[in-house]
DNA sequence: ATTTGTATGATGGTCTGACCATTATATTTT
DNA sequence: AAAATATAATGGTCAGACCATCATACAAAT
């Protein structure tokens, strides 16, 4: 005899699946607003707290977002948060720094070979507003870091696959989080910045020119310069 | 003059936030007990329901979990529910199996290489038990689906990057989900079966041998192949 | 005719208090 | 010492209430 355990299904896990298949089907599209708590409450034969508690959910995870004296909609745009579940779980990890890293550079990598086979003259522009950007310096640690992120973003953009897209910001924003201080002194050096810019300028290039092998080569070595400056500067 | 929009945070994402820095800090880890809810009522002066919704958003994402008459604690393992918002998101996403593909065939690409590099005796071990059963056809696609679904598992895990495992598992979840006919259909046919499973035993043989140049061109053609079979039965 | 002000209703946000089923723990019984 | 029982604590669920916010319709003022 075999016994399978059993899962108490909990009503607001309920309530999300129904709301998952109706999204399947197609019932529901982006933009879309979902009935109020109360008629939920009465369709679904359920408490409003349990709507509440499968609404959060799908609040944090940035699906839906709710507007008090409006309602509760299908977020038009999927942000960033999608992967904050990831994020918060390599909390709980030991020695992510150095996964994150390594994950970046594969995913980067093929990231501006896509880019630069796929790059439309939008992306072209918005690329070399930021690599003009970058060679004047404010001398806020801040502008750079903020003009590095975007550099990095547009290019993952430019790779015209969405999901890719979603994947690499999310991995970025995980990496911002835990070598956050690290970084800051990285840009802090005139000398570190000038090269930085250097190479994103060959990246660019590569990019503009449509090469896709001379881009993945220029991404190769710019990670490299920065793991390697991450990794001297965390170990002392 | 220049306003800024007035973000109300709610007193569930408060909840959150505090989790958050607690684990942070380091105050919590994977298999801690929070406490109660009833206790962190009070101790954060909120309704037990705020707690609750806060609860519910974390146990979503895979972070924690209650069991009824124990209590709720820090998962121990972070188990692949943590890209399910990213599942999700891509219901809403049009065309997002092509994207799926060519993201998963970049991820895996390097997979291999890595775990080429870092495997141990375990992890050949079970990759060869896996080649051994695909051998012998039981005739039931679903045991053909797990197998596959095991055998690139484990080179992830091989890879020794977790982050790498886990964006890794979730791709190919979501993938699961939107080709899922396709896919039955393809391992119902023998001579494709066939080809599967020479396919993982070349890539096996890369592996074990410790040769990352030949891995990545096993894994490479096997994707390869396996793209233009879904791609000629999504199309007609 | 346009703007401004007001009243109303619907909605999300929050809290309180209650009851149940399950689990752990202490107590009693054997 | 072991087993049965009672008690307390916990998460799961619900109903009902109140508030702040927003949309809407309508009235008033310009």
Redesign the interface.
């Known amino acids: 005899m075999e016994f399978e355990p059993i899962k108490t299904n909990k009503v607001?896990e309920q309530v999300?699946q129904q709301i998952?298949e109706m999204?399947?089907r197609g019932d529901i599209?982006?933009g879309d607003k979902l009935p109020s708590e109360r008629a939920l409450k009465k369709q679904l034969g359920v408490s409003r707290?349990s709507i509440?508690?499968?609404f959060?959910?799908?609040?944090?995870?940035?699906?839906i977002e709710s507007r008090p004296g409006e309602g509760t909609f299908?977020k038009e745009v999927?942000d960033k948060?999608?992967?904050?579940?990831?994020s918060?779980?390599?909390?709980?990890?030991d020695d992510?720094a150095g996964?994150?890293l390594?994950?970046r550079r594969?995913?980067e990598v093929?990231c501006v070979r896509?880019a630069a086979e796929r790059r439309n003259q939008e992306d072209i522009n918005t690329l070399e507003e930021i690599v003009n950007k970058m060679e004047i310096r404010t001398g806020f640690e801040e502008d750079s870091i903020n003009l590095d992120r975007d550099f990095h973003y547009t290019i993952a953009r430019a790779s015209k696959?969405?999901?890719?897209y979603?994947?690499m910001t999310s991995?970025m924003d995980a990496m911002d989080f835990h070598i956050k201080h690290t970084r800051t002194k990285l840009v802090s050096r005139p000398d570190t910045m000038n090269e930085f810019t250097a190479q994103h300028h060959r990246i660019f290039s590569a990019i503009k020119n449509e090469d896709p092998e001379k881009s993945m080569q220029e991404m190769g070595s710019h990670l490299e310069f920065v793991e390697k400056l991450i990794n001297r500067e965390i170990e002392g």
Request: a negative charge; aromatic letters at 6%; hydrophobic letters at 60%.
């Open positions: 607001y999300i998952k999204i399947y599209r982006r707290a509440r508690e499968a959060s959910a799908l609040e944090m995870i940035g699906l299908i999927a948060n999608l992967l904050e579940p990831l918060l779980a390599l909390l709980l990890e992510v996964e994150l390594e994950l594969v995913l093929d896509l696959n969405n999901v890719l979603y994947v991995i």
